[in-house]
């Protein structure tokens, strides 16, 4: 695939997921897989973009004071552990089982995007207390290992449970964008020794990335709605999902 038309996916996917809360290596990892990178390269890239996207949203949430620190902060504090062990076992679980996970993983996102009506359904069963402090502990280790392992930054699974301890769509996507910044640092510390980048291209989907990721927040801070935006990228989604069990 020509480069600039992966910097242009790039910048695409970047203005969508920052959106949502989401960095994007769940379609970066296959995507990249895709273009003839190693998978644990595109595990690496995807998750560097995701560092990129989230940081580069999370500059306007923060200034929007969108972001929750307080529930942020021993999150981030629980993944950092689980990324290590998730990276582990990055080298032992052949790539055929690692795509097939991914395959199962955005079956089950594209699903909700679809579908889900999450906003209402967690608000009536909003969790508080030390339950909500074991939910967010439990919760950061599960995403650490999943970023660690799969290369994804864990948003599709911190957005959901935030909306479950009463946040609305805005702040808990804004809050998630924090959160997977430093997830996915720690799955990119993790593999980083055994990364080896064609920065020219790297260097272009980064700016591609700050870019789109600057456009998608200032647009989902703002009126925008994002449920139509939410269904067409779960239907792509699925169709990956569908490429890649098939092979």
């Known amino acids: 695939m020509e480069d600039m038309l992966i910097v242009l996916a790039v910048f695409i996917i970047s203005i969508v997921f920052s959106m949502l809360g989401l960095g994007g290596a769940i379609f970066y990892v296959p995507f990249f897989y895709w273009t003839g990178m190693e998978l644990v390269g595109a595990i690496t890239t995807a998750l560097l ?5 989230s940081g580069s949203a999370t500059v306007i949430y923060l200034r929007r004071k969108l972001v929750d620190l307080k529930i942020a902060v021993p999150f981030i504090a629980a993944s950092a552990i689980g990324a290590q062990i998730g990276a582990y076992f990055t080298e032992l679980v052949p790539v055929n089982v690692l795509l097939f996970l991914f395959a199962i993983l955005m079956i089950i996102v594209g699903l909700e995007m679809i579908f889900s009506r999450a906003e209402k359904f967690y608000r009536k069963r909003k969790i508080e207390g030390s339950k909500k402090l074991i939910l967010v502990t ?10 660690g392992m799969l290369g994804i930054g864990g948003g599709s699974f911190i957005v959901p449970m935030l909306l ?3 946040y609305g769509i805005k702040r808990a996507a804004a809050t998630s964008g924090f959160i997977v910044i430093f997830t996915s640092l720690s799955g990119f510390i993790a593999h980083a020794d055994t990364w080896e980048p064609d920065l020219s291209l790297v260097i272009y989907i980064v700016i591609a990335s700050f870019a789109g990721a600057q456009l998608g927040s200032h647009l989902m801070s703002g009126k925008m709605k994002s449920d139509t935006l939410k269904k067409l990228f779960g239907v792509v989604l699925l169709l990956m999902a569908i490429r890649i069990i098939s092979g």
């Open 138 to 147: 439990a919760g950061g280790m599960i995403v650490g290992i999943l970023s």
């Open 49 to 53: 973009l995701n560092i990129v996207t």
């Open 164 to 166: 479950l301890l009463g």
